[in-house]
């Protein structure tokens, strides 16, 4: 069965320090793997995807994540906190386990610190 | 901008009242897909429907429905409202359906059961 785990619900760091969110998925077929952002009372923004092209996937805000298969993860950083990034972010998988349909993480709620 | 509406953008109801919210996705998107977001449940898929048939289902309640229209735009009805229902609904749209597609999400309507 397709599933995502994000692995810490709340990180918090300070402004100017890298972020790292994480994310462990499971799929029985090579996935598409997806991070959206949703700020306060926001709806929901695509920062990134993987779909079996390069494994390190550049998305906006300066957010980043790379794919490991061995590890089945799909991590999100950035090297330099701001405070417009204290967000909720999601980890999403879709696969052929899922009819495609996307499988969404609880979340993490990124905490930036002046 | 997602391109994605959503009206209203808040609702307050009573208990056992129906409601209509409603949905136009962006231009050239055939897929329709509605989430349910509470802060007990989490973001919940409800149901997705592409080019006018329904597509999927997920953790719709026999309460609500929806349907696409020829014109592509997308209603959720629900009707019979309790209070538990009092939630963010999220219409999100993607050019087709499939691992590879991201979701675009509207704004989101607030609805409040009273």
């Known amino acids: 069965a397709q599933s995502v785990t994000q692995l810490d619900s709340h990180v918090s760091v300070s402004e100017g320090t890298p972020v790292l969110l994480r994310c462990n998925y499971s799929?029985?077929?090579?996935?598409?793997l997806f991070w959206y952002v949703q700020h306060p009372n926001k709806g929901l923004q695509l920062l990134l995807k993987y779909t079996s092209a390069a494994t390190l996937v550049k998305g906006i805000n300066g957010f980043e994540a790379e794919f490991k298969k061995s590890e089945t993860s799909f991590h999100l950083t950035k090297p330099s906190a701001h405070m417009s990034d204290a967000a909720e972010y999601f980890c999403v998988v879709s696969s052929m386990d899922s009819n495609y349909q996307l499988i969404w993480g609880a979340g993490t709620k990124l905490i930036i610190k002046p | 901008d997602s391109g994605v509406t959503q009206t209203p953008k808040h609702l307050i109801t009573a208990t056992g009242q129906r409601v209509t919210l409603r949905c136009s996705p962006r231009?050239?998107?055939?897929?329709v897909y509605w989430y349910q977001q509470s802060l007990d449940q989490g973001l919940q898929f409800l149901i997705q429907y592409y080019n006018g048939e329904e597509r999927a289902k997920g953790n719709i309640l026999e309460r609500f429905s929806a349907q696409q229209f020829p014109d592509l735009h997308s209603e959720l009805n629900l009707s019979s409202l309790e209070l538990g229902d009092s939630a963010l609904y999220f219409c999100?749209?993607?050019?087709?359906?499939?691992?590879?597609?991201?979701?675009?999400f509207g704004p989101g309507t607030r609805l409040t059961v009273t």
């Open positions: 799929s029985s077929y090579s996935p598409s």
């Open positions: 999100a749209s993607s050019v087709a359906f499939g691992g590879a597609y991201e979701q675009y």
């Open positions: 231009s050239g998107d055939l897929s």
